[in-house]
């Protein structure tokens, strides 16, 4: 019976063992086959991506060549716009020499036409003049004519009478006797006659000459009226020219109006671009201070880019996705992050380790990854954001906006539960005073750590904090290159200056002249005309005061001719007595008949004769002044000086046209520069499009290589996991002692060390070197690769289960193992060996309970010993540091002999200062606060003695030897390091000091000196000078021999 049970137990666990191993091998039959369509997929990716690589390095390939010859366009661009900048300089210089000289030629063709009709002017004066003198010539030659007429007819008229009334000779003679006795007898009448006749003369001629004056008047009139005409003529010349000149200057003052106008609107303008320039390029420079540090920075970049382009899950940098909600948030938000801010997000572990191996094989410096799966964050309490006092206290994280919004758990990773408060005061209150610590930071960037390390803001801190603003910067390239386009338009209108300056010359010569013309009108209105109508009013009154003269003379002659009448009459009277019987002989009345006829025919002749005399003098004086008038010289002189203004003005339009032909070929040349700038411009366009069209296709075979890059990266992925699910499958029948049919190898070749490694905890992973595991692990597969499997024993029909019905078989296939399980289980089997094996189990049991609890408490030991140490590491030199970095303060401020100066001392690590550097800053007495490395050698040697004496204090040494520490010092630094030495040697330390300088060692208690003996060999000598008996000395506290 029991060998019966036995037999049909042992037989179901034959089934068993033969359901299982058909279960594991249809597994792994499936296993391979999907194994090898992995493969052959993997293979055919791999293909289209080495293709699509190389399409991709074409583009890259064509894309360079494009950016090459873009860049030779540039050039050629920017050499043309220079040259065009050069030719707007030269064009500039230029065209106030050609406006000059149109301004002079347009000033000498006014000039020419002012003189031409002057000449037309002086030529229709010398014409009239002309017609004058000729109208005086011909009546002058009328009056000789009619006077020669009138001789010759008296002539005739003499000898006709001569032939009626001629007397004989002894009338003639008895006529003379006759004539001398009536002459006797009338003596006193004829002496009488003579007296009044001289009178007569006298008056006659003062008519004559006040005659001849009143000609001469009248004559001086006629030329002052002609010399007031010339006045008026000058004066209407001049009031033309003023109004020219007058609108002349109107419009150059407005042409300077709008030019000083413009100009000085370019000068400020230029100066508001200039600022604003300025601050562009400040803020440019600030926000790209680490990013031109050096070429690493570009590699950054770069690494980063090839990152994203080869594995999906790399988000980007955290400062890149994320930014503060506002602008005062910033600078605690570096604080903060640390760090952190350049840490590299990605989604996974895996992703991590595979981003490491790639830069290890890239030979590329390392970089913090936070993987979003692997990062361990503490939940936020809720309760810190309930606080109301102090005010305006947030949550780091509240402050801070990010996106995508997956990686908020890197962010909480990095900021933690830190809160930000306004101020230093909020912050401190924060942080220690609210019952229990927190992690607070001000908005300067002043730390205050749970620990009580407090840190303020790094020097560079404020600069790194402006790395946020980065996403402005194309917005202010783009605002920089339009304010130069802009600034480059303004030079070009401030260029302008010279031609206004050229504009107020010439301006001011126009003034010039137009106040030397009002002053010739005025002075010709009010002066010379004055001059002329005075003396025309004087002509005149002197023409009138001669008429009365003339009138007196006249009667005076009028009367004495009443008495040359009557003289004459008693005359005639002794006459006719004396002549009667004569005049009875000859056949006349009186001897008066005879005589008046002939002393009238005698003064008619003399008077016509006289008249004839006073017209041609008249004539004659006229003529004389008429030809005294140089009208010729006056037309000669304005010929002259038209030839002068013609040769002038012709060497002015030559200069003009030369000016204007220099502008004009200066003109063309900068249009053919403006047309090849067109030209360059268009091909620069024509290239940044073909290159935007290059970058589109790079772009679309980079999306390709990414899609085909994620579906290779998915295969292995899914490769891994088969080739992991088949080391399980063997691993698991080797454990259970599954016999397979193989065709080569066997159940050794299987690893079982495998799972430890895949399996590995995460924390301790993370410190085995990054690919050591999947190192691990492909060799492992690679070794099980090499086991074939017999698979003739699996039946067809499982072989060709498709990938639909996979699924439903092998739920099948595991029901029946279970099934079947179950059956053995419910079965009793006879086991006679189980107690001995229970005591076997229960000894190994307690042997490993024993040594497991040694092994737990050794680790409990050796922690604790490890944490003792850790923590008294730390006190050790916390209690140190917090000793230098408060008597560091004080030690700079006594050295430097002024309470301004600061010193201080920061942990770069806070929770674990031992572990990284120091921060020591200093500020000099009387300047800001600067780097250490900005610091002159003579403020780092003063700085460096206060950080030696501050760690001195903490544990003094029995003395010092400072080895010319002076090197860098100036007179007033030694005194002071000098003088502080020598207060603190009086009770804190002792020293010895190397100096080679008198300030220095002019305060020591003894000197020592060292010199060499010249001899057979050199020796070198001491001599030492005890400082204290000398009386500056004296009065001082003795010291310490040693110093």
């Known amino acids: 019976m029991e060998k019966d049970e036995a037999d049909r137990y042992q037989k179901l666990k034959d089934q068993l063992v033969e359901k299982e191993l058909e279960l594991h091998l249809f597994k792994l039959y499936h296993n ?236 400020d303008r230029a100066a508001q671009i200039n600022k604003e320039l300025e601050n562009i390029v400040q803020q440019l420079g600030e926000a790209k201070v680490d990013r031109n540090e050096s070429s690493r920075q570009i590699r950054k970049a770069e690494l980063l880019e090839n990152l994203k382009r080869l594995f999906q899950g790399v988000h980007g940098r955290l400062l890149d996705l994320c930014e503060p909600s506002h602008k005062k948030y910033q600078v605690a938000i570096t604080k903060v992050l640390g760090r952190y801010m350049d840490a590299i997000v990605c989604d996974s572990e895996k992703t991590a380790k595979d981003c490491i191996q790639y830069m290890k094989e890239q030979r590329i410096e390392p970089e913090t990854f936070l993987p979003l799966d692997y990062v361990e964050v503490k939940p936020v309490n809720e309760k810190l954001r309930e606080i109301r006092d102090p005010r305006n206290v947030h949550l780091v994280i509240d402050v801070i906006r990010y996106d995508p919004p997956t990686i908020k758990k890197a962010l909480q990773f990095a900021c933690g539960n830190a809160l930000v408060c306004d101020t230093v005061e909020d912050a401190r209150k924060t942080a220690f005073g609210l019952g229990e610590r927190h992690k607070t930071v001000a908005l300067d960037g002043t730390l205050f750590q749970k620990s009580g390390v407090i840190s303020g803001g790094a020097s560079d801190l404020k600069a790194k904090a402006r790395r946020w603003d980065e996403k402005q910067l194309n917005q202010w390239k783009s605002k920089k290159e339009k304010l130069m386009e802009e600034l480059k338009e303004q030079s070009k209108k401030m260029r302008k200056e010279s031609e206004l300056t050229t504009i107020r010359s010439q301006l001011k010569g126009l003034e010039s002249r137009l106040k030397y013309s009002i002053t010739d009108r005025d002075g010709t209105l009010n002066k010379v005309l004055s001059i002329n109508d005075r003396d025309l009013t004087n002509y005149r009154n002197k023409l009138e005061q001669y008429e009365p003269r003339m009138a007196e003379i006249e009667a005076r002659m009028t009367a004495r001719a009443d008495d040359i009448r009557q003289i004459k009459e008693n005359m005639n009277g002794v006459e006719d007595e004396v002549f009667a019987q004569f005049c009875a002989q000859i056949g006349v009345a009186n001897i008066r008949q005879y005589e008046e006829r002939e002393l009238r025919v005698q003064q008619e002749r003399a008077r016509k004769r006289l008249e004839f005399e006073n017209q041609k003098s008249r004539l004659q004086n006229q003529l004389e002044y008429e030809k005294s008038r140089d009208s010729s010289g006056n037309v000669k002189k304005w010929e002259k000086a038209i030839k002068a203004d013609e040769n002038e003005l012709e060497k002015l339009k030559n200069d003009e046209m030369r000016q204007m032909k220099v502008i004009d070929e200066e003109m063309r040349n900068q249009e053919k520069l403006k047309t090849q700038k067109i030209t360059l411009k268009s091909q620069f366009d024509d290239m940044e499009t073909d290159m935007n069209d290059v970058r589109k296709r790079l772009q679309t075979h980079q999306k390709e290589l990414s899609t085909v890059q994620k579906s290779i990266t998915a295969i292995e992925t899914k490769l891994e996991q088969k080739k992991a699910d088949r080391h399980s499958l ?281 010199y060499p003996d010249q001899g057979d060999c050199i020796i070198s000598n001491v001599l030492t000078l005890d400082l204290t008996e000398y009386p500056e000395h004296a009065g001082s506290s003795p010291t310490k021999p040693g110093r």
């Open 32 to 267: 391979e086959r999907s194994i090898d369509e992995l493969g052959d997929d993997l293979t055919r990716k791999n293909a289209t991506l080495e293709k699509d690589t190389k399409k991709r390095e074409k583009v890259e390939d064509e894309l360079r060549e494009k950016k090459k010859d873009q860049g030779k366009l540039g050039r050629e661009l920017q050499k043309i716009e220079q040259k065009l900048k050069e030719s707007d300089v030269e064009l500039n210089k230029k065209r106030p020499l050609f406006i000059k000289a149109k301004e002079k030629t347009a000033h000498m063709v006014k000039k020419l036409e002012a003189a031409k009709k002057s000449l037309k002017q002086a030529k229709k004066v010398h014409e009239t003049h002309a017609q004058e003198i000729q109208e005086l010539e011909r009546e002058l030659d009328e009056v000789e004519s009619k006077r020669m007429e009138y001789e010759e007819r008296i002539e005739e008229e003499s000898q006709s009478q001569g032939r009626d009334l001629e007397l004989e000779e002894s009338q003639v003679q008895e006529y003379n006797r006759l004539k001398e006795e009536a002459g006797k007898k009338a003596a006193r009448y004829l002496q009488e006659l003579d007296t009044i006749n001289r009178e007569q003369k006298s008056d006659q001629d003062k008519f004559d000459n006040e005659q001849r004056k009143k000609n001469e008047l009248s004559a001086s009139i006629k030329q002052k009226e002609q010399e007031r005409a010339d006045n008026k003529k000058r004066v209407d010349k001049l009031n033309e020219y003023i109004k020219t000149s007058t609108q002349a200057i109107k419009e150059q003052r407005d042409a300077e109006g709008r030019l000083a106008i413009e100009v000085a609107t370019a000068k």
């Open 730 to 1010: 063997l691993k698991t029948c080797k454990m259970e002692d599954i016999l397979l049919p193989m065709e080569r190898g066997s159940m050794e070749d299987i690893s079982q060390d495998a799972e430890t490694s895949s399996q590995m905890d995460t924390s301790q992973e993370s410190q085995l070197p990054d690919s050591m595991s999947s190192q691990g692990a492909k060799a492992i597969y690679e070794k099980e690769a090499r086991i074939t499997i017999d698979y003739d024993d699996l039946d067809d029909n499982l072989k060709e289960v498709s990938s639909d019905e996979l699924k439903k078989t092998t739920d099948h296939l595991n029901k029946a193992v279970a099934d079947m399980q179950n059956t053995l289980q419910r079965i009793n089997a006879p086991n006679m060996k189980a107690l001995e094996k229970l005591d076997g189990v229960r000894n190994r049991l307690q042997t490993t309970s024993e040594e497991f609890e040694l092994a737990r408490r050794r680790a409990k030991k050796a922690k604790q010993a490890f944490e003792r140490v850790k923590k008294e590491r730390y006190d050790k030199f916390n209690a140190c540091f917090e000793h230098v970095s408060s008597r560091i303060d004080d030690i700079y401020k006594a050295l430097a002999k002024n309470q301004s100066a600061q010193a201080f001392l920061g942990p770069e690590n806070p929770e674990e200062p031992y572990l990284d550097g120091v921060n020591y800053n200093c500020v000099a007495p009387g300047k800001r606060f600067r780097p250490m490395d900005n610091l002159s050698g003579g403020e780092k040697t003063v700085a460096a003695l206060a950080l030696l004496f501050a760690i001195h204090s903490f544990q003094p040494a029995p003395f010092f030897v400072l080895d010319e520490i002076d090197a860098a010092l100036d007179n007033t630094n030694i005194g002071k390091v000098a003088q502080y030495i020598k207060d603190q040697a009086e009770g804190h330390f002792q020293c010895i000091v190397i100096s080679l300088k008198e300030e220095f060692y002019n305060k020591a208690d003894a000197l020592v000196g060292i």
